[in-house]
């Protein structure tokens, strides 16, 4: 996704809080943010709702409520109402394992709520629609992407599954598998995941570009409970 603490940073947690705020129980409650990243993830607007939040990364900011630490080897001090996921596991190294401890950290009828990436959707249509509209200035993820891409002369799809499996990524499809063999599914929609890192493109455009089957939608909102019977 977008490149940590930046802009689009920003621009994503904005667009996707509503999604994450609809769905959570309500507060106060124990809200664990997993990847929050380097500006704190939704950490400080669940406090500001006067959730007992908390954010797991190891490039977390400093401060008590923060732990730079891999989720793997965060210890909670009680189990969670809810824990929040946003794009934080396509790149985890061992998927079983990380859904097995949010299970684990979630109290019983807890809920999980994950946005993710199906890169298994990012055709070369959706590619070259998002790299017309890349920003000028810092190059992000989605720059260097391109640029490796044209340099490779590489077929776009051949690129980027060279490209995924050198960096293990998780598709889409694999982490709804797993987390629906763990978690009692309640929701499940597809959606935009590039706007922030575009120029001028805001979610209802890129979910527009999706309707009108100029692009694949790339993004995953999850909701699930805990499935203590599992």
């Known amino acids: 996704m977008s490149e940590p603490g930046s802009d689009a940073d920003r621009r994503w947690l904005d667009a996707m809080w509503p999604f994450v705020r609809e769905r959570l129980p309500p507060a106060p409650g124990l809200v664990?943010?997993?990847?929050?990243?380097?500006?704190?993830?939704?950490?400080?607007?669940l406090r500001a709702h006067g959730y007992d939040a908390e954010g797991v990364d190891p490039e977390a900011p400093e401060g008590p409520h923060y732990h730079r630490v891999e989720f793997e080897r965060y210890t909670l001090k009680h189990t969670a109402a809810a824990i929040?996921?946003?794009?934080?596991?396509?790149?985890?190294?061992?998927?079983?394992?990380?859904?097995?401890?949010?299970?684990?950290?979630?109290?019983?009828?807890?809920?999980?709520?994950?946005?993710?990436?199906?890169?298994?959707?990012f055709d070369e249509a959706t590619a070259r629609w998002c790299f017309d509209r890349l920003p000028a200035g810092e190059p992000g993820w989605l720059h260097r992407l391109r640029d490796d891409w044209l340099a490779s002369g590489q077929p776009w799809l051949d690129y980027l599954r060279g490209r995924a499996e050198a960096e293990h990524l998780h598709t889409g499809q694999d982490i709804l598998a797993r987390l629906g063999s763990?978690?009692?599914?309640?929701?499940?929609?597809?959606?935009?995941?590039?706007?922030?890192?575009?120029?001028?493109?805001?979610?209802?455009?890129?979910?527009?570009?999706?309707?009108?089957?100029?692009?694949?939608?790339?993004?995953?909102?999850?909701?699930?409970?805990?499935?203590?019977?599992?």
Not at 32 to 45: A, E, K, N, R, T
Not at 96 to 118: M, R, T, Y
């Open 182 to 230: 763990r978690f009692a599914t309640q929701l499940v929609v597809d959606g935009p995941y590039f706007f922030p890192d575009l120029d001028e493109v805001t979610a209802a455009d890129e979910q527009a570009a999706i309707d009108t089957g100029r692009i694949q939608a790339n993004g995953i909102r999850y909701i699930g409970r805990h499935n203590f019977h599992s």
């Open 84 to 121: 929040v996921a946003s794009t934080s596991l396509h790149h985890v190294a061992d998927l079983e394992a990380v859904i097995d401890l949010i299970a684990a950290a979630l109290e019983p009828g807890g809920v999980l709520v994950v946005i993710e990436w199906a890169r298994e959707r």
């Open 32 to 45: 664990v943010d997993i990847g929050c990243g380097q500006l704190g993830g939704f950490v400080p607007v």
